[in-house]
T-cell receptor, first 114, second 108 residues
Framework: EAQVTQNPRYLITVTGKKLTVTCSQN?????MSWYRQDPGLGLRQIYY???????DKGDVPEGYKVSRKEKRNFPLILESPSPNQTSLYFC?????????????FGPGTRLTVL | GQSLEQPSEVTAVEGAIVQINCTYQ??????LSWYQQHDGGAPTFLSY????GLEETGRFSSFLSRSDSYGYLLLQELQMKDSASYFC?????????FGAGTRLFVKA
């Protein structure tokens, strides 16, 4: 089954404790992206990756890091989480075709930073 | 700017037709997508317009006018299960910008 998986689904942590949210896709997509979703703001892009070893900042990259060492994996790293990073996080992947631009989203990770 | 504007809420009755509008202000615009998100779920793709005109997919249609920087999502024969949030999404190159979303309430 074609899918995007994220782990963990729920995480409660404390300020300053480094954490990683994993994202993996099995569709051989080149493009992957991380978003955060906050009430009333829709989804905001944090980072995206066009292919292995190629990443770039989205609209809200401060406080986050990413890496893309393999095509299928795109982890999101919070080196020193702060309470304003409490949010719902989504990973997505797409194989842009020039005709459609379908992004496939993971189930989401709800992060609470105390 | 790269913002998108869409209404925050729309209410309609079962069986009706509803239109959710989206205006965008952006440079480097490539296309407009629409996504649906139910409470507690992930966004799922509905439709995409790169060219002006209407795209139809079952009960859902999407329209784009590049000259007016305007698009809409049309939902026909509304069902209770269509109660969800709907996002217009601007795509251009590799950056993706989501609108804040329109919450659709379908009443019996």
């Amino acid at each position: 089954e074609a899918q995007v998986t994220q782990n963990p689904r729920y995480l409660i942590t404390v300020t300053g404790k480094k954490l990683t949210v994993t994202c993996s896709q099995n569709m051989n997509h080149e493009y992957m992206s991380w978003y955060r979703q906050d009430p009333g703001l829709g989804l905001r892009q944090i980072y995206y990756s066009m292919n292995v070893e190629v990443t770039d900042k989205g609209d809200v990259p401060e406080g986050y890091k990413v890496s893309r060492k393999e095509k299928r994996n795109f982890p999101l790293i919070l080196e020193s989480p702060s309470p304003n990073q409490t949010s719902l996080y989504f990973c997505a992947s797409t194989q842009t075709s020039g005709v459609t631009d379908t992004q496939y989203f993971g189930p989401g990770t709800r992060l609470t930073v105390l | 700017g790269q913002s998108l504007e869409q209404p925050s809420e729309v209410t309609a009755v079962e069986g009706a037709i509803v239109q959710i509008n989206c205006t965008y202000q952006t440079s480097g615009f490539y296309g407009l997508s629409w996504y649906q998100q139910h409470d507690g779920g992930a966004p799922t793709f509905l439709s995409y317009n790169a060219l002006d005109g209407l795209e139809e997919t079952g009960r859902f249609s999407s329209f784009l006018s590049r000259s007016d920087s305007y698009g809409y999502l049309l939902l026909q024969e509304l069902q209770m299960k269509d109660s969800a949030s709907y996002f217009c999404v601007r795509t251009g190159g590799f950056k993706t910008i989501f609108g804040a979303g329109t919450r659709l309430f379908v009443k019996a």
